[in-house]
């Protein structure tokens, strides 16, 4: 069963700070232009704590590690970072506009700790596999902090909606912190003490299964940590602070839950040639042309062809843009033949991974018609990854990429179906927008769970 506790974060006082000044994006996605213009934004941003600077002097005893460590508790004793009074659940929403549309969407979920339990518990599922740098980064940085600053974000599947309702309730009694990031989205909180609304949000989870959105690194870190600490300690004491991770809870059937697509951008392949490429996946794909001769009528075609990519009539489309062959331009749509055979084809995919684009991609286009193998996307030899269509496309007409492949999102239908079986998704298929800010609630691993619900579900088991 999924046991959630509420718990005193540590905060970011926003009398002695602008919470925009210190916030950060989650540390997997900072750039190092990102990481500098935080440095600069201010002495408390936590991208000293989240992703620090790292120095040519670095040893075991002064590293980026222990420096975070060091600067975390210095804001502490500073009062710059402030624990919560009270064990609370965090409402948290995210207000947004979709990328690319015009779509305005709120996201709604609610911060609290999660029970850790290993994937074989059937409790908690990845839907894609780790790599060991990230995890060997974050472990480090983990032990020497004994705080997570990164939010996991974690999908369970509530139909009725009560558990939105109840936190719909709560949040329109009460004043939210709220802030904007770089990307114009609304970041709004609200701390929930009241031992009812806790109890009643702690009781409608317990039967949910969990799905790993985003965070897997951040949760086999804690796994880790938390065996590391069983063993020192020598016995297993079940409220204390590492055996819990922090996570925002989202429902799959949120309105404002947005999965965008992650476009393939090929390049280096040593004598590429699209008629050739393209003879090659004719017993598998239909493709219809989008020429255009200038850039007037590369406008009108370009939003043809957008429009075809995403609605594709209920077949299975990829867009893919090659650079120019002898002067000739074109957008292609590449559906999937009604009588091809997926089943023989892909013998060793489950009938759920076939169900999507990306495998389609990965195993047709690039291994039949380029002869790039799974090994090969694993190294990012020839492929590179784009979220933004419009940036994919120019990374063509500036010659940094031979070809474009242009995916449709995966649905989070497919996600769960796939999470739940057992099984995970290729690599780069999954793109949650927008990402849970870093530092928004900060959990400490020290001592014991000090929420009085901890100590009622331990005396029951």
């Known amino acids: 069963m999924t046991e959630i506790q509420p718990f005193r974060a540590f905060r970011f006082d926003p ?24 440095y600069a934004a201010s002495p408390y941003n936590l991208i000293a704590v989240e992703k620090g600077r790292l120095s040519p002097d670095d040893s075991p005893e002064n590293s980026v590690y222990t420096r975070a460590a060091a600067k975390l508790r210095e804001w502490i004793e500073q009062n710059i970072l402030v624990q919560d009074s009270e064990p609370s659940i965090y409402i948290y929403s ?23 339990q290993d994937y074989t518990d059937g409790v908690v599922f990845r839907h894609e596999r780790t790599l060991s740098a990230p995890k060997a980064d974050r472990i480090e940085l983990l032990r020497q902090m004994r705080a997570q600053t990164g939010q996991l974000f974690l999908l369970y599947d509530d139909s009725s909606m009560r558990i939105d309702r109840s936190l719909e309730e709560a949040f329109r009694a009460a004043k939210p912190l709220e802030m904007t990031d770089e990307y114009g989205v609304v970041h709004r909180l609200w701390p929930i003490s009241d031992p009812a609304f806790i109890e009643r949000i702690r009781a409608a989870m317990t ?13 086999e870190t804690a796994l880790y940590l938390r065996n590391e600490f069983r063993e020192c300690a020598g016995k297993i004491d079940p409220l204390a602070t590492s055996e819990f991770a922090m996570a925002t809870f989202v429902n799959t059937h949120s309105a404002g839950l947005v999965i965008l697509p992650t476009h393939r951008l090929v390049a280096n392949l040593a004598n590429f040639n699209f008629e050739s490429f393209h003879k090659e996946l004719q017993p598998y794909f239909d493709w219809y042309s989008y020429p255009f001769e200038n850039d007037e009528a590369r406008d009108a075609v370009h ?6 990519l995403f609605s594709h009539h209920g077949r299975r489309a990829i867009g893919i843009y090659p650079a120019a062959a002898k002067g000739a331009k074109a957008f292609y749509l590449f559906m999937l033949r009604r009588e091809v055979d997926l089943e023989s084809l892909l013998p060793d995919q489950t009938e759920a991974q076939r169900g999507l684009d990306v495998v389609l991609l990965h195993r047709l286009i690039l291994e039949k018609g380029l002869s790039i193998t799974a090994e090969a996307v694993a190294t990012e030899k020839n492929i590179t990854y784009e979220r933004e269509l419009d940036t994919a496309l120019a990374a063509v007409d500036s010659g940094k990429a031979q070809i474009a492949f242009l995916l449709n ?3 989070i239908e497919q996600v769960s179906k796939i999470a739940l079986g057992g099984d995970v998704l290729p690599q780069k298929s999954t793109d949650f927008y927008p990402k849970l800010l870093s530092g928004v609630a900060i959990y400490r691993l020290e001592g014991r ?8 579900a331990t005396s029951r088991k």
């Open 409 to 411: 999102p995966v649905r």
């Open 94 to 116: 995210q207000e947004f506009l979709v990328p690319g549309t015009k779509d305005r969407r709120t996201r709604i979920g609610f911060i609290a700790l999660v029970r850790l």
């Open 15 to 38: 009398k002695r700070v602008a919470l925009q000044n210190v916030l950060t994006q989650p540390y997997d996605k900072i750039t190092p232009a990102m990481q500098e213009r935080y």
């Open 207 to 219: 039967p949910q299964r969990l799905i790993i959105a985003d965070g897997h690194h951040r949760y």
């Open 449 to 456: 769970v000090d929420a009085p619900a901890a100590e009622a």
């Open 303 to 308: 939003a043809e062809f957008v429009k075809d």
